[in-house]
């Protein structure tokens, strides 16, 4: 019996932009031959030849690597797969063998059904397949024994120079220094021919290196390990409380009250394999496989303590109220959104022995999902409390009023509070 058999729809690689992809190569060869006659043995002259069939080249090698990465506009084939011993077999047929997949991961998508992602060397892709839902997808990365329990899986993110305004303003200043310098130094040394060419191109390729590396996310059965030129930060599941999608990379919620942002896509949401995010929905799938290896790390354990994440701690009432109401919410609208289970912040703003301010601030986050019946429990709840400091906040968070009338009922609370 095959381990996973099923009707999917296979997403086959789009020859013509394959080929499109080889066109700059091709650029680079014919211009290497035509130019040669005008070279002919003057050093500089076959300098710029080389230099210019070398950004032709590379050019093409990103396009080719790219297209065999993303695989754009993929023609859709209905098929029956099935993983066998040793690999996956299409109507019958082997067209992968398991040797050959270094990753297997559920690709999520805002429109449409997921995928499951075969990927090899290099980062190509073997086969993507379109499954049913992301259950399905996990019981064949499952069967291949590739998901979250049997191997830690490679996700790019997004260069720390990147990462954030400050690192982009120095590097921007460094880039700047690095051209003036490029500049000038043939200049003040007075050279030229080759070596002007060398001054001239090495400072900037040194200040535009950083960008070429990739951060790596290593997704794992116990934890997630962020890694960057030498650089290590582990995240254990033991110590995490929730995994969301941010905008722009994946949020962190720790026991602790600490959150962390693993960066992944540029500012502008764009993603490319050579500075982080990768396909389309790359960001998703990163996601979907921290979650589910969180899930399966602390399946069977009590729900997570999340009095830690919604106690006010040393936070103004505008910083609480602010990151309190993320937890359910944050930049994300979709289901990934959730950092954790609403029903454990019902317990704690239900539970009368919790510490006050925790309350509260499990009120407020759950104030983003509340309905008609939601808002009367909790006002229940409010009405429960013997605190009058408490049943106000409550009765603030439970109202459909907006933000401001939320936060001067804070303020109002921690006045009261204070005194």
Same mark, same amino acid.
């Given at each position: 019996? &095959?381990?996973?058999?099923?009707? #999917?729809?296979?997403?086959?690689?789009?020859?013509?932009?394959?080929?499109?992809?080889?066109?700059?190569?091709?650029?680079?060869?014919?211009?290497?031959?035509?130019?040669?006659?005008?070279?002919?043995?003057?050093?500089?002259?076959?300098? $710029?030849?080389?230099?210019?069939?070398?950004?032709?080249?590379?050019?093409?090698?990103?396009?080719?690597?790219?297209?065999?990465?993303?695989?754009?506009?993929?023609?859709?084939?209905?098929?029956?797969?099935?993983?066998?011993?040793?690999?996956?077999?299409?109507?019958?047929?082997?067209?992968?063998?398991?040797?050959?997949?270094?990753?297997?991961y559920v690709q999520p998508w805002a429109f449409g059904a997921?995928?499951?992602?075969?990927?090899?060397?290099?980062?190509?892709?073997?086969?993507?397949?379109?499954?049913?839902?992301?259950?399905?997808?996990?019981?064949?990365?499952?069967?291949?024994?590739?998901?979250?329990?049997?191997?830690?899986?490679?996700?790019?993110?997004?260069?720390?120079?990147?990462?954030?305004?400050?690192?982009?303003?120095?590097?921007?200043?460094?880039?700047?220094?690095?051209?003036?310098?490029?500049?000038?130094?043939?200049?003040?040394?007075?050279?030229?021919?080759?070596?002007?060419?060398?001054?001239?191109?090495?400072?900037?390729?040194?200040?535009? *290196?950083?960008?070429?590396?990739?951060?790596?996310?290593?997704?794992?059965?116990?934890?997630?390990?962020?890694?960057?030129?030498?650089?290590?930060?582990?995240?254990?599941?033991?110590?995490?409380?929730?995994?969301?999608?941010? &905008?722009?990379?994946?949020?962190?919620?720790?026991?602790? $009250?600490?959150?962390?942002?693993?960066?992944?896509?540029?500012?502008?949401?764009?993603?490319?394999? #050579?500075?982080?995010?990768?396909?389309?929905?790359?960001?998703?799938?990163?996601?979907?496989?921290?979650?589910?290896?969180?899930?399966?790390?602390?399946?069977?354990?009590?729900? #997570?303590?999340?009095?830690?994440?919604?106690?006010? $701690?040393?936070?103004?009432?505008?910083?609480?109220?602010?990151?309190?109401?993320?937890?359910?919410?944050?930049?994300?609208?979709?289901? /990934?959104?959730?950092?954790? &289970?609403?029903?454990?912040?019902?317990? #704690?703003?239900?539970?009368?022995?919790?510490?006050?301010?925790?309350?509260?601030?499990?009120?407020?986050?759950?104030?983003?999902?509340?309905?008609?019946?939601?808002?009367? /429990?909790?006002?229940?709840?409010?009405?429960?409390?013997?605190?009058?400091?408490?049943?106000?906040?409550? /009765?603030?968070?439970?109202?459909?009023?907006?933000?401001?009338? *939320?936060?001067?009922?804070?303020?109002?609370?921690?006045?009261?509070?204070?005194?």
């Open positions: 019996m &095959p381990a996973f058999e099923q009707e #999917v729809t296979l997403h086959r690689p789009n020859r013509g932009l394959r080929a499109a992809a080889a066109v700059p190569a091709l650029v680079a060869l014919a211009a290497t031959v035509l130019l040669a006659p005008v070279a002919g043995l003057h050093a500089d002259r076959w300098l $710029g030849v080389l230099l210019l069939a070398a950004l032709f080249t590379a050019v093409g090698l990103v396009m080719s690597l790219s297209v065999r990465r993303l695989n754009p506009w993929p023609r859709k084939v209905r098929a029956r797969l099935a993983v066998v011993a040793g690999g996956v077999t299409i109507d019958g047929s082997r067209v992968v063998d398991r040797s050959a997949v270094r990753r297997a997921p995928t499951v992602r075969l990927v090899g060397r290099l980062g190509t892709l073997l086969l993507e397949v379109q499954v049913a839902s992301e259950n399905e997808g996990r019981a064949l990365v499952d069967a291949l024994e590739l998901g979250v329990s049997h191997m830690a899986i490679r996700f790019s993110g997004l260069s720390p120079v990147l990462a954030s305004r400050q690192a982009k303003l120095g590097f921007y200043a460094l880039l700047g220094l690095a051209t003036v310098g490029s500049v000038a130094l043939p200049l003040l040394l007075h050279v030229g021919g080759a070596a002007a060419w060398l001054l001239l191109l090495l400072p900037g390729l040194l200040s535009v *290196l950083p960008l070429l590396v990739p951060a790596s996310i290593y997704v794992g059965a116990d934890g997630v390990l962020t890694t960057w030129l030498g650089r290590k930060r582990f995240y254990w599941y033991a110590d995490i409380a929730g995994i969301q999608r941010a &905008p722009h990379g994946v949020r962190i919620w720790q026991h602790s $009250g600490d959150v962390v942002v693993i960066p992944v896509k540029l500012e502008d949401g764009m993603g490319s394999p #050579v500075f982080g995010g990768g396909a389309p929905g790359h960001l998703d799938a990163l996601v979907a496989r921290i979650q589910a290896a969180h899930a399966a790390a602390v399946a069977g354990k009590r729900p #997570v303590d999340v009095v830690a994440l919604v106690a006010r $701690g040393g936070r103004t009432a505008v910083d609480w109220v602010r990151a309190v109401r993320s937890l359910l919410g944050g930049d994300a609208t979709d289901y /990934r959104s959730n950092a954790i &289970p609403e029903e454990n912040l019902w317990r #704690v703003a239900e539970d009368a022995t919790a510490e006050e301010t925790a309350r509260v601030g499990a009120a407020v986050a759950l104030r983003t999902r509340l309905d008609g019946d939601g808002r009367a /429990r909790l006002l229940r709840v409010a009405e429960a409390s013997a605190s009058p400091r408490v049943r106000v906040a409550l /009765r603030a968070a439970a109202s459909a009023e907006g933000d401001e009338a *939320l936060v001067e009922a804070m303020e109002t609370y921690e006045a009261e509070r204070a005194g």
